[in-house]
């Protein structure tokens, strides 16, 4: 038996397994693939890198901007915004 945590993902509750990041869990549970636009030009961003280096997969996690979600592991009752 598999344990889950329940996350919140622009106002929606999801199950996820505990320990993986909030990109995994936005692209394979979620099936969002766009993450934020740019300022700009409005064009899509999404998981580019997976290690932390180019910023395009930031979301608002609790309240908080630019959060680079390939870096951040889910947590009980958190909440993820995409733009
Ligand atoms: S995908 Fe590049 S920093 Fe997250």
């Given at each position: 038996?598999?344990?889950?945590?329940?996350?919140?993902?622009?106002?929606?509750?999801?199950?996820?397994?505990?320990?993986i990041?909030?990109?995994?869990?936005?692209l394979?549970?979620?099936?969002?693939?766009?993450?934020?636009?740019?300022a700009?030009r409005?064009?899509?961003?999404?998981i580019?890198?997976g290690?932390?280096?180019?910023?395009?997969?930031?979301v608002n996690i609790?309240?908080?901007?630019?959060?680079r979600?390939?870096m951040?592991?889910?947590?009980v009752?958190?909440?993820?915004s995409?733009s």
């Open positions: 038996m598999s344990m889950t945590i329940t996350i919140f993902i622009n106002g929606e509750a999801c199950q996820m397994e505990p320990g990041t909030v990109a995994a869990a936005l394979t549970q979620a099936d969002i693939f766009v993450l934020r636009h740019t700009k409005k064009e899509p961003r999404g580019f890198c290690m932390g280096v180019c910023h395009d997969c930031v609790d309240g908080r901007d630019n959060v979600s390939c951040t592991e889910v947590t009752g958190m909440r993820i995409t």
